[in-house]
């Protein structure tokens, strides 16, 4: 399964992004964080979504930069090319939490070692948020940024999500 919106998530406020074909993602709408009746903005931009794509909402939800924590390392520093042995290792002590308290991903890109972490209890709260809020949340992801990371990171799915596919 893939998402067909992108629920982005930052201290201003709260984005809503309809997958638009090869034309990439388009801006449903936005919602400051401090409007007057946050939960009926949230609730008008869930409808304007569907009625722009009748199949419903799959939603991967974009968290914030400001929230993860980017390590970049020379790929050769991955004994025998345990790439994910290597991540793990650099996060250990680089955030304050217990590497068994956060979720990361890692990729390699001309011989560098992207890795992007966040705290779990970071995405239990966005999915709570979601559900709360009715987006039907899939997945969990970063923006793409190729100076931080090769591809989009990816933190998972969503608890009551299954067969979710990472997106390109």
């Known amino acids: 399964m893939k998402p067909n919106f992108a629920l982005s998530l930052s201290f201003e ?32 931009l869930r409808a304007k ?5 009748p199949s419903g909402l799959a939603t991967k939800l974009i968290i914030p930069d400001e929230q993860i924590k980017y390590l970049d390392l020379p790929a050769t520093s991955a004994a025998g090319g345990d790439y994910d042995r290597a991540a793990a290792e650099a996060l250990e002590g680089a955030t ?3 590497i068994d308290d956060l979720v990361y991903d890692w ?3 001309d011989g560098r070692l992207y890795i992007a972490a966040v705290a779990s209890e970071t995405l239990d709260e966005a999915e709570s948020f979601a559900a709360e809020h009715k987006f039907n949340l899939i997945s969990f992801v970063a923006r793409s940024q190729s100076d931080r990371f090769a591809d989009e990171p990816f933190f998972g799915a969503a608890a009551q999500a299954r067969g979710v596919d990472r997106d390109t």
């Open 96 to 98: 304050p939490y217990h």
């Open 107 to 109: 990729s390699v890109e």
């Open 13 to 44: 406020g709260i984005g809503l992004l309809h997958r638009a074909g090869s034309a990439g993602w388009h801006l449903v709408g936005d919602v400051p964080l401090d409007a007057a009746d946050l939960a009926g903005d949230l609730a008008a």
């Open 49 to 53: 979504a569907a009625r722009l794509d």
